[in-house]
């Protein structure tokens, strides 16, 4: 899916949370969307997935408006999305394998096979022994990964995820990484987060800066680590 943001503003209330910004995200993108908390980074990546109405411009998907689609046209078309918030977001009276079967049955994916890609995406996040599992007796590090494993489950062709790193040691992210890079080489991958992980080299970088975008292309130095600091 072609996507792009032309002129995209979000505001709360009076506060600007993104100043109008315009970027393009061909098929077969990757890369970081880079900047401290509050920069826009999950506003981008949730206006790109259509989770947000823009207050000013627009998002379109294949070069529709998504503002102008229909609820069940733009329902269909976020078919093609998959989210990784970075909260977990699980259902709590649901086991790790349910919480990953229920997007694809909801899809009417046969349930022999959901279950199969089920477990499959669960053993690539090594969550194998935890299949049956409530949330509330994971670590927090498990339920980003099961998060993770719901989001690629259903195969999407444009994966965004929020700050997947958060809270995790350094073994787990570097897992998540690998899971990214092998989904990277499959359709559209934006990541977000606070500093560009060391383990998940993407070629091109977005840096958000108090609400405004302010680098977009190639890796650079300067917005690897502690970047606003470097901007002042």
């Known amino acids: 899916m072609d996507l792009r943001a032309e002129a995209l503003g979000l505001r709360y209330g009076a ?14 993108t990757q890369a ?21 109405r823009p207050s000013s411009g627009r998002v379109t998907w294949d070069g529709q408006d998504v503002a102008r689609l229909t609820a069940p046209e733009r329902r ?3 078919a093609s999305f998959g989210f990784v918030f970075q909260t977990d977001a699980l259902f709590d009276s649901l086991t790790v394998r349910q919480n990953v079967m229920q997007p694809l049955l909801r899809r009417r994916v046969p349930e022999a096979e959901a279950r199969e890609r089920t477990d499959a995406v669960l053993h690539s996040v090594g969550l194998t022994d935890a299949a049956d599992t409530l949330p509330e007796r994971l670590s927090g590090g498990m339920k980003k990964r099961a998060g993770l494993a719901r989001a690629i ?3 999407p062709a444009v994966l965004l995820a929020d700050d ?10 570097r897992q998540v990484a690998r899971v990214l890079l092998e989904v990277a080489g499959k359709g559209t991958l934006l990541v ?5 992980p060391v383990d998940l080299p993407l070629p091109r970088w977005l840096y958000l800066q108090g609400g ?10 300067e917005f690897e680590r502690a970047p606003d600091e470097a901007l002042a």
């Open 212 to 221: 405004r975008l302010v680098h977009d292309g190639a890796p650079a130095p």
């Open 76 to 78: 269909r078309q976020q």
């Open 153 to 155: 489950a259903a195969r």
């Open 32 to 52: 970081l969307v880079l900047g401290r908390s509050g920069s826009g980074k999950t506003t981008l990546l949730k206006a790109f997935a259509g989770l947000l």
């Open 15 to 28: 506060r600007t949370v993104l100043e109008p910004t315009d970027c393009h995200v061909p098929p077969g």
């Open 192 to 196: 977000a987060a606070p500093e560009a």
């Open 164 to 173: 997947p790193f958060a809270g995790l040691d350094p073994g787990t992210a």
